[in-house]
């Protein structure tokens, strides 16, 4: 792929290009595909920008659900040690209803 592009190679391509496009046109020409060039460059820097923020988006979601997923947790665990009391005082209750077996 690299003979592709030698000296003599360019030459044939820019006779060609003058043969066909003529010595007025070769300038429009040059300056449509460098704007063309240009505004590709330009939307994929806006592409990857958007990348950007879609990941900082992302990561911001990822700690809230961290965050969230943390509270659910200790509220459970909070809820379980009050059933765990409230068993116990019950059990408590029903042992001193009973009195001792003797």
């Known amino acids: 792929m690299g003979e592709l592009f030698t000296a003599p190679h360019l030459i044939v ?3 060609v ?4 496009f003529g010595g007025k046109k070769l300038p429009e020409l040059g300056k449509g595909l460098g704007e063309g060039l240009r505004g ?3 939307g994929m820097k806006g ?3 958007d990348d950007a923020a879609a990941e900082q988006k992302n990561r911001e979601l990822e ?3 961290k965050e ?4 659910a947790y ?3 665990k909070l809820a379980a040690e009050a059933r765990v009391a409230a068993e116990s005082r019950l059990a408590a209750e029903k042992n001193g ?3 001792p077996a003797a």
């Not at 290009?17 to 066909?20: I, N, T």
């Open 13 to 15: 391509v820019a006779v």
């Open 17 to 20: 290009a003058l043969v066909l």
């Open 40 to 42: 590709f460059k330009d």
């Open 47 to 49: 592409i990857s920008e």
């Open 63 to 65: 700690a809230k659900k």
């Open 68 to 71: 969230l997923e943390e509270k």
């Open 74 to 76: 200790q509220e459970a």
């Open 97 to 99: 209803l009973q009195g």
